[in-house]
């Protein structure tokens, strides 16, 4: 194999494991699937991933990762009015919430046991968006624009709101005017706080 060859193969193999694994989870799909997905043989995501788990593993710390949102909502949330910086971060988070994170299959490591590992991943980074939030909070509350409340259970409230559409579309399919949702949202959130 060609050092070229090497980035483009392993691309491959993560993009076809990733579908996969995304819909059917670990149990569910074989070397042999992804192999014929990828138009690749077995020794070859041995050699790149080193086993199954390997693969697996390589899927989550790609799939699982909020990363770039949590970088759009730190930045949505430094707005100097607090109502322009909630507004910018309830938008933020309903029309980017990077919604594969939660492709039930990246979670499932055997048929009926939750994936730890998955799990805390994505715990992690939800623990961090709310951090990002309460700041927020604190600073319009600093500022007179919100009444003195405790800040994590505000953001519980908020947050609460918001995962309630997202999760509504990933679970059940159900869509929303996320546009006036935002808007209803921000203003009752505002008025709540005042």
Same mark, same amino acid.
């Given at each position: ?56 593993? +390589? =899927? ?9 949102? &949590?970088?759009?909502?730190? $930045?949505?949330? %430094?707005?100097? /009015? ?71 259970? +505000? =953001? ?9 559409? &997202?999760?509504?579309?990933? $679970?059940?399919? %159900?869509?929303? /005017? ?17």
């Amino acid at each position: 194999m060609q050092a070229e060859e090497h980035p483009a193969t392993a691309e491959k193999i993560l993009q076809a494991a990733s579908r996969m694994f995304a819909a059917r989870g670990f149990a569910n799909v074989s070397v042999r699937d992804i192999c014929k997905d990828a138009e690749t043989t077995a020794p070859v995501i041995y050699y790149y991933y080193g086993s199954k788990k390997g693969l697996f593993d +390589a =899927v989550v710390r790609r799939q699982i990762s909020m990363q770039d949102f &949590i970088g759009k909502l730190s $930045h949505a949330s %430094k707005a100097a /009015d607090p109502r322009d910086g909630l507004e910018s971060f309830i938008s933020t988070y309903l029309t980017t919430f990077p919604e594969h994170t939660f492709d039930m299959g990246l979670y499932m490591r055997d048929s009926a046991t939750l994936d730890k590992q998955s799990a805390e991943r994505v715990s992690e980074d939800l623990e961090k968006i709310k951090g990002i939030a309460a700041m927020m909070v604190e600073r319009a509350m600093t500022r007179g624009f919100f009444r003195r409340t405790d800040s994590v259970l +505000a =953001v519980d409230c908020l947050l609460g709101m918001l995962n309630r559409v &997202i999760f509504q579309h990933i $679970h059940f399919a %159900k869509s929303q /005017d996320r546009g006036a949702y935002s808007r209803f949202v921000t203003d009752f959130f505002f008025r709540a706080m005042k």
